[in-house]
């Protein structure tokens, strides 16, 4: 019975689905067609679909589809750079369609220098970012919208530090004492960084990268410039609102020693210690050496432990809150916005929070007359707490034994007596520091624009910036460290007053429809005033109240005041022939007051050509080609970041002994030098512009050279001038390198896919130092080189080649090793299982370098640089319907960093926290050295301490070989999942009845994964921030964070 009822019920299903699909089929109608361009072409690969439903087609390749279709409905054609149209059935079964070209994709702008092109005619290498790439994710800084985006762009994450700014490297290093920054242009106006900038107000960002684009920014152009345009008033008025609300933790932990393999190690380390001095395991306690001895408290199995590194981290939050207006009449626009950014630090007490303003309108006061103006405020406060370097928090977080408790360690709590070395207690010193710098600044520009004709336009700019920085240090005694339990204090206040003109005459014709030229002139002058104020003291009797004037001792006070002035007159040439031939000049005289008399004024010309061979007639008929363009360009430009008085010889405070005492005067501070002159960086490059299937698929390819001559070079002299160096020009780097980006759109359906793929390489050499072969720089127990035909600072350091075992050291006459005799050269007192050196060939022998037979500083060889080989970016778009997803990809192939903060990690004071695996370090066999006396391995403890094969014995090390070797150096080679973002939009028929225009909420995260062989917390550290000759080094960074974010978008 039962059986008979599914039978019948399965009948009725089947007999029902007929039924439904007959009735569809008889609703629906075959349709087909073709889609064209307007010549009649046929448009291969359009997406054809029926309006309101997933069902479509795609055209072939001569541009026929066929598709199902209800007789009253619609099909929607579209193609990358086409117009999207949508086209009514009304019962024909075969429909031609012809697709308009998109004069905003054809007719896409660059910005550059004093200008813009359309980017067909681009001649020079300029890549750009829209607003929309720059909103893709939630970011604090507009640095970090760059990470991963640029081709031939190296934006570092160098450390983690709330509102940090990004380190910015376009194609490489062009100087070796002077500064590698770009310049940033916001909206015309040249300034030194783009930290104020909030990336909401952001409509695009241009990068210069070749000479031919830079030259029009002359003597601060060297380094590539970064051009930003904030956003105008919008078409139709609007209010919009931007906020995100975010957690952040840390990417990843240093993995050091836990609690129990603190207590192996150090349990072994004593027992160990009393065995080698001739003791044994069954010795009482009380008979060893207080040194050897295990406290009780170290077997008490109730011991408190701490993970320090854990107590200072915080799951953080994040939040940002952004409000535009904006509009557009005949008579004009306006754009304003309003933001505030907060963020809570990963490392406890540390913190960043900005506030912004913005306001820009332009006024058509009359067909000829123009005038405009752009306002910008921000306040900042950033609170670092000292968490990062040389001995601060977060070093001896690492450093800090995990059986010391979160309430000792203070001069107030009292230092734990535990037969170990103790540092101030890292959270407390949280608590208690002040390292704070408050940044107020302000911007103003108003311009005007004449027309006086068609086609020929004058510009004046007026421009006004205000940067203020208030910073304070403060730690009291009771955590303080090498200062003897004393409180110090420091404060300075310094303002950047800022002025500068720019007027520029720009005319642009047609000359029958064939000749297309522009020329345009201009002329800027610029003046900024510098003043600072320092203080420094000690001892503070109210540690509750930190200011200077409450402390004890001064040490010292002081002013500063600089002046720069700077004139410039510039001008450029562009023609083209139907766009077919393109040919662009430029040129510009500077002058600053940052060099002498002889050498004030510099020139910096540039030329560029450009060949569309899609317009030749011998590729006419390729319609597939949509451009095929081949470019060069030669130019200069120079760079002037040096100190403001360099080429004179200026007077400086200093205290001289007279008698017993010590008395004030002054003294000369450097040589003066009046020939000092511009680095001047000549750039040739050649580039290949490539799209077809109508700018579906587009690829752009850079191959460069470039060389800095006459660097700004702080040169060592002869101690006996009274003067260590002096600031002169000699030599020259060259920087070679390509440039790769790719855009295709995969997938242009109701489901669409589209890939960004930027690759770049560049290879930094130096040529000439003036008859110097090389010079070094040192700092603790790094070394740096730097030496003609190598990179600009390479690790200078001995290179290491395994462990040095019994085979290593001749036999005694009972056949073990005399390791008073080694068969391999060794520095003093090396032992088995020690760190095996390379002795380098130092030696001439019958005509050959070989080694000396002993490890000494003349083994020291440069080892590896911070250069990549390869920096790359991927980003995937995915988008269906409403919803869409990015993921972003970056990361390097090379390039190394010195871990100096390891220094103090391997293993080194007593009792002090080590890496993990030096749990696992060298040990011998126990019975052959020490026989019945026993084995210092606490079994009880349940710790592996059996050998891994790579850690050293830590007997008879010598820091200063160690420490300067390629065991501190790590290859940085990395992938990240910088960004994956989730968004959705809601359907318009969900808005129509609400006061919303558009609204989209996204969840986003950063930082999500990094694949990579570093020890330290991130790959990308750089602890010595903009310094050329100390790149790569990590000293305790402040690590990255993982952020997890949920956002809205609201358009009014």
């Known amino acids: 019975m039962q059986k008979h009822i599914l039978l019948t019920n399965s009948r009725f299903i089947w007999v029902t689905a007929l039924l439904l699909i007959c009735n569809v089929a008889f609703a629906q109608m075959k349709v087909t067609g073709i889609v064209t361009d307007p010549s009649g072409e046929p448009v291969i690969g359009a997406n054809v679909l029926v309006k309101e439903t997933s069902m479509g087609a795609i055209t072939d390749l001569d541009g026929h589809f066929t598709v199902n279709a209800p007789e009253n409905g619609s099909l929607v054609v579209s193609y990358i750079g086409y117009l999207t149209k949508t086209i009514k059935i009304s019962g024909k079964n075969n429909i031609k369609v012809v697709l308009s070209e998109d004069s905003k994709a054809l007719d896409e702008v660059i910005v550059i220098g004093y200008g813009s092109v359309k980017k067909q005619n681009l001649t020079s290498s300029v890549s750009k970012m829209t607003d929309e790439a720059v909103k893709e994710r939630p970011v604090a800084t507009l640095g970090e919208a760059l990470a991963g985006n640029l081709a031939g762009v190296r934006a570092q994450s160098t450390s983690g530090v709330p509102g940090e700014e990004l380190q910015i490297r376009i194609r490489g290093v062009n100087t070796i004492n002077g500064s590698s920054d770009p310049l940033y ?574 690759l770049s390489g560049n290879q930094n050499k130096v040529l000439d130092m003036g008859g110097i072969d090389s010079f070094t720089d040192s700092m603790w127990d790094g070394k740096f080189i730097t030496r003609v035909g190598g990179p600009v600072s390479q690790f200078y350091c001995y290179r290491t080649n395994g462990i040095l075992t019994a085979d290593d050291f001749e036999k005694k006459a009972d056949g073990t090793p005399d390791e008073n005799k080694p068969l391999v050269p060794v520095y003093k007192g090396q032992r088995i299982g020690n760190v095996k050196m390379v002795d380098q060939p130092t030696k001439m022998v019958d005509g050959k370098l070989v080694g000396d037979g002993v490890i000494t500083e003349d083994d020291l060889v440069p080892y590896g640089n911070n250069i990549p080989d390869v920096i790359y970016g991927i980003t995937n778009r995915f988008s269906y319907k409403n919803f869409e997803l990015s993921v972003l990809i970056q990361g390097q192939i090379g390039g190394d960093v010195m871990f100096l903060g390891q220094r103090s990690l391997d293993y080194g004071s007593p009792g002090v926290n080590q890496f993990s695996h030096w749990v696992r370090c060298w040990k011998p066999d126990y019975q052959a050295v020490y026989g019945d006396r026993g084995d210092p391995t606490p079994y009880y403890l349940g710790v592996d301490m059996s050998w891994d094969g790579t850690t050293p014995n830590i007997y008879n090390r010598n820091s200063t070989y160690e420490n300067n070797s390629d065991l501190r150096i790590y290859d940085t080679t990395y992938l990240r999942i910088k960004n994956i973002t989730l968004s959705y939009t809601l359907p318009n028929d969900l808005l129509k009845k609400s006061f919303l225009k558009k609204a989209k909420v996204y969840v986003s995260l950063d930082n999500v994964a990094t694949f990579d062989n570093y020890p330290g917390v991130s790959p990308e550290t750089n602890s010595y921030g903009n310094s050329t000759t100390r790149a790569g080094v990590d000293y305790s960074t402040y690590p990255m964070s993982r952020k997890y974010t949920l956002g809205v978008n609201l358009v009014f």
């Open 185 to 758: 242009v916001i909206d015309g106006v040249p300034y030194e960084s783009m930290s104020d900038i909030n990336p909401a107000d952001v409509a695009s960002i241009q990068v210069l990268k070749d000479a031919s684009a830079t030259s029009i920014y002359g003597a601060r152009g060297a380094n590539g410039v970064i051009l930003i345009e904030t956003k105008q008033g919008s078409d139709k008025p609007a209010v919009t609102f931007d906020g995100f609300y975010g957690l952040q933790d840390p990417e990843k932990y240093v993995s050091m020693m836990d609690a129990k393999e603190w207590l192996a190690f150090n349990i072994w380390k004593r027992n160990n210690d009393h065995l080698r001095s001739g003791g044994s395991m069954s010795d009482p306690m009380s008979a060893r050496a207080d040194a050897n001895k295990i406290p009780d408290s170290w077997l008490d199995p109730d011991l408190v432990t701490t993970d320090w590194q854990k107590a200072i981290t915080q799951v953080a939050p994040v939040q940002s809150y952004q409000l535009s207006a904006s509009g557009k009449h005949k008579m004009g626009t306006i754009y304003f916005s309003g933001g505030y950014y907060d963020q809570k630090g990963i490392i406890k007490e540390t913190y960043y929070n900005r506030i912004n303003f913005r306001l820009n309108g332009t006024l058509n006061l009359s067909d000829y007359l123009k005038v405009g103006a752009n306002i910008s405020a921000s306040r900042s406060k950033q609170d670092n707490k000292e968490a990062q370097g040389k001995e601060t928090v977060i070093q001896h977080a690492l450093m800090q034994a995990p059986i010391v408790k979160l309430d000792e360690a203070t001069r107030d709590w009292g230092y734990p007596n535990l037969g170990i070395t103790v540092y101030p207690n890292p959270l407390e010193r949280l608590k208690e520091t002040l390292d704070q710098t408050v940044q107020n600044k302000a911007a103003a520009s108003a311009w005007a624009e004449i027309t006086f004709m068609k086609g020929l336009v004058f510009k004046s700019q007026y421009n006004y910036s205000y940067d203020g920085r208030v910073y304070e240090y403060y730690v009291p005694g009771n955590v303080t460290y090498n200062n003897n339990n004393v409180t110090l204090g420091k404060s300075n206040s310094q303002s950047n007053n800022s002025w500068s003109i720019q007027n520029t005459l720009t005319y642009d014709a047609l000359y029958g429809n064939k000749h297309a030229l522009n020329v345009m002139l201009g002329q800027s002058a610029d003046a900024t005033d510098k003043y600072r104020i320092d203080g420094e003291a000690t001892g503070w009797p109210l540690e509750n109240i930190p200011t200077l004037n409450v402390a004890t001792l001064a040490k010292r006070a002081s002013t500063e005041k600089y002046q720069v002035r700077t004139a410039s007159f510039f001008g450029r040439v562009s023609y083209n022939y139907k766009e077919k031939y393109l040919l662009n000049a430029t040129v510009r005289n500077d002058g600053s007051s940052r060099f002498g008399a002889n050498n004030r004024w510099g020139w910096f010309p540039s030329f560029s050509a450009g060949w569309k061979l899609n317009e030749e007639s011998f590729l006419s008929t390729v319609k597939w080609i949509s451009l095929l363009k081949l470019r060069a360009s030669w130019g200069k430009s120079g760079n002037d970041r040096i100190g403001y008085y360099d080429y004179l010889s200026v007077l400086t405070t200093d205290n001289s002994a007279y008698g017993n005492t010590l008395q004030a005067g002054m003294a000369p501070k450097n040589l003066k030098n009046e020939d000092l002159k511009w680095e001047s960086t000549a750039s040739l490059d050649f580039g290949l512009d490539f799209s077809a299937f109508n700018n579906r698929l587009q690829f752009n390819f850079d191959y460069y050279i470039n060389k800095t001559d006459n660097l700004l070079f702080n040169l060592p002299i002869v101690m006996t001038s009274g003067y260590d160096r002096i600031r002169t020009n000699l030599g020259s780097i060259q920087n070679k390198g390509w440039e790769l980006d790719i855009t295709s759109h995969n997938l242009t359906g109701t489901f669409k896919w589209s890939t960004s793929l930027n």
